[in-house]
T-cell receptor, first 115, second 113 residues
Framework: GENVEQHPSTLSVQEGDSAVIKCTYS??????FPWYKQELGKGPQLIID?????GEKKDQRIAVTLNKTAKHFSLHITETQPEDSAVYFC??????????????FGIGTKLQVIP | EAQVTQNPRYLITVTGKKLTVTCSQN?????MSWYRQDPGLGLRQIYY???????DKGDVPEGYKVSRKEKRNFPLILESPSPNQTSLYFC????????????FGAGTRLSVL
């Protein structure tokens, strides 16, 4: 089955600096890679995703890159703000036409943005 | 408002006493899924359903059952709970198509004594 490794497990950055979280996956059939943000006491919320036919995607201060050959993908947050403090999860999934079957998550990264 | 509703939010029970955690979504989504979240292990998929009467195992299905008799509901059943099922559980749903995203419920914290 799929195995997703995520690192670092904790990350502290100064406000305004950039944060990078990296994930690797094992199953070459995986074709959809979402990133989720989980705030304390809440369920995960999708913040950005990327499909295997795209190498990079950006949404304001957040970007995700995908290297299919190396089987790794990364989340980049620029100009971090205190409200970015949360736990971030990467995930890998396979499915046809945007379908969604088995989903494998990384263990999560606790990001702390220091004001 | 798009919602995935889980009940109860908190539950303390004893070993062997059957329980059901309900999950309902109001978005007419075909796909629904259950996850458990444990410290140091992230989120692990228990079961998922691609549509009514279609369910399949995730990575950690042992000790759990699910059913999908209606599109909006996807209950998680623990026939004989054990302490190792103490965890935080999340239900999620997603529509088909590339533009649909997965929505999570607020979670159910279960303690099995």
């Amino acid at each position: 089955g799929e195995n997703v490794e995520q690192h670092p497990s904790t990350l502290s950055v100064q406000e305004g600096d950039s944060a990078v979280i990296k994930c690797t996956y094992s199953d070459s059939a995986s074709n959809y890679f979402p990133w989720y943000k989980q705030e304390l006491g809440k369920g995960p919320q999708l913040i950005i995703d990327i499909r295997s036919n795209v190498g990079e995607k950006k949404d304001q201060r957040i970007a995700v890159t995908l290297n299919k050959t190396a089987k790794h993908f990364s989340l980049h947050i620029t100009e971090t703000q205190p409200e970015d403090s949360a736990v971030y999860f990467c995930a890998a999934s396979s499915g046809l036409s945007g379908g969604y079957q088995k989903v494998t998550f990384g263990i999560g990264t606790k990001l702390q943005v220091i004001p | 408002e798009a919602q995935v509703t889980q009940n109860p939010r908190y539950l303390i029970t004893v070993t062997g006493k059957k329980l059901t955690v309900t999950c309902s979504q109001n978005m007419n989504h075909e796909y629904m899924s259950w996850y458990r979240q444990d410290p140091g292990l992230g989120l692990r998929q228990i079961y998922y359903s691609m549509n009514v009467e279609v369910t399949d195992k995730g990575d950690v299905p042992e000790g759990y059952k699910v059913s999908r008799k209606e599109k909006r509901n996807f209950p998680l059943i623990l026939e004989s709970p054990s302490p190792n099922q103490t965890s935080l559980y999340f239900c999620a749903s997603k529509g088909t198509g590339a533009k649909n995203i997965q929505y999570f419920g607020a979670g159910t914290r279960l303690s099995v004594l």
